[in-house]
């Protein structure tokens, strides 16, 4: 597990080239990110985030957004409503996956992680937000 204090200089380098985003209204406009650091392996990196809604024929998720981060090893989706909530949270491995596809449209972009189980669909992702969560996915899909 790593430290709160690891999380944040992770979230600071990933943020640096874009000085319109406040790692203080990250954390509190999106309460799971107080909680990333008890999810996060010792050794694992964050490579982006980005927030959106999900769904799946095989799972029933929460209404509402979710933290959906990119890690060099897996992909973390955090749901914590408030901080009078608990933490809901899942991953997926990256050698679970059999395929990444995404889509942009005029103001939101969606992603479906194809594993072997299920799909999941993560829409409603902002498309600045992924612009740069598309960088670590284009990595990611040279590996699949």
Not at 52 to 57: A, K, M, Y
Not at 94 to 99: A, Q
């Amino acid at each position: 597990m790593q430290t709160q204090e690891e999380v944040k200089t992770q979230i600071k380098t990933l943020i640096e080239n874009y000085p319109s985003v406040s790692i203080e209204l990250l954390y509190t406009y999106f309460p799971a990110f107080n909680q990333l650091h008890e999810i996060l392996l010792d050794n694992e990196l964050m490579k982006a985030y980005c927030f959106g809604n999900l769904e799946s024929s095989e799972q029933k998720f929460k209404a509402g957004k979710w933290l959906i981060v990119c890690t060099d090893k897996r992909f973390l989706f955090l749901q914590k409503a408030s901080l009078l909530f608990d933490l809901t949270h899942f991953d997926i491995k990256f050698e679970d996956l059999k395929s990444i596809k995404t889509k942009v449209g005029w103001f939101f972009a969606e992603m479906n992680l194809q594993t072997f189980s299920s799909i999941i669909r993560a829409f409603h992702i902002g498309k600045k937000d992924f612009k740069f969560f598309s960088i670590a996915l284009d990595a990611l899909a040279s590996t699949l």
